[in-house]
């Protein structure tokens, strides 16, 4: 099963306007993060937000927020008041508490969606 | 405090060369994360070190890739007699503790072209 999934390969939204993109996981661990990052056509990752698994606020960073919703496993990002910047590729990502060794430092790697086109309209 | 650093940006090199490429974490920062990105996909995990360890290399094909974080100097990937399906984007990221709840720093990334 895909542990991270994202159900929109692209979006479209009108200029200052919001929007959600979807994002569901699958994991058995208690705890867990989950990212939101962007990438631009020039290709960099920038991160936008994160959300513990037991945080029990909405993460909120300017214009995203992330709509967590752990019973359901998803943790839908949202943008508001859309610019013109914001069309890029957005990926979401699940970092578990992996432990490589009985006892020993879990490390999490980071696990990636396969991305939602967002593009932005004037 | 500068951001994570990949060189070269853009490599290219023929079937049956050797790529290198390195990573540079943030300042403090003693973990480091590989990932390759292939046209079109997501990212996905490749290997993950500390200083002078490799961790979880995993997500490393079998063949032909290595990857090492030396005490001093900066994390190289290494693809031995590259193949065209090793075309892609790879990001080093870091971070300063590995537990789920800690922030990946990405860098820009070094896009391999294989002629």
């Known amino acids: 099963a895909q542990k991270i999934t994202q159900t929109q390969p692209g979006m479209f939204v009108q200029e200052k306007e919001a929007v959600t993109l979807d994002c569901t996981y699958d994991?058995?661990?208690?705890?867990?993060?989950l990212f939101w990052y962007k990438q631009p056509s020039s290709g960099e990752m920038i991160f936008l937000i994160y959300?513990?698994?037991?945080?029990?606020q909405n993460a909120t960073e300017g214009r995203y927020s992330l709509n967590f919703q752990k019973a359901r496993k998803s943790a839908n990002l949202v943008i508001s008041a859309s610019q013109l910047g914001d069309s890029a590729m957005y990926f979401c990502a699940m970092r578990e508490a992996e432990f490589p060794n009985a006892g020993g430092t879990s490390y999490g790697k980071l696990t990636f969606g396969q991305g939602t086109i967002l593009t932005v309209h004037p | 405090n500068a951001g994570v650093m990949q060189n070269p940006r853009h490599l290219v090199r023929r079937r049956g060369q050797e790529a290198r490429l390195r990573c540079s974490p943030m300042?403090?920062?003693?973990?480091v994360y590989w990932y390759r990105q292939l046209p079109e996909e997501g990212l996905k995990f490749m290997v993950y070190l500390q200083k002078e360890n490799i961790i979880d290399e995993s997500g490393m094909p079998k063949e032909r890739f290595s990857a090492e974080f030396p005490k001093e100097g900066p994390s190289i990937l290494r693809i031995q007699q590259v193949v065209r399906g090793d075309s892609a984007a790879y990001f080093c990221a870091s971070s300063p503790r590995p537990g789920p709840y800690n922030e990946q720093f990405f860098g820009p990334g070094t896009r391999l072209t294989v002629l």
């Open positions: 300042k403090g920062h003693s973990h």
């Open positions: 959300q513990g698994s037991y945080d029990e």
């Open positions: 994991t058995s661990d208690q705890s867990y993060g």
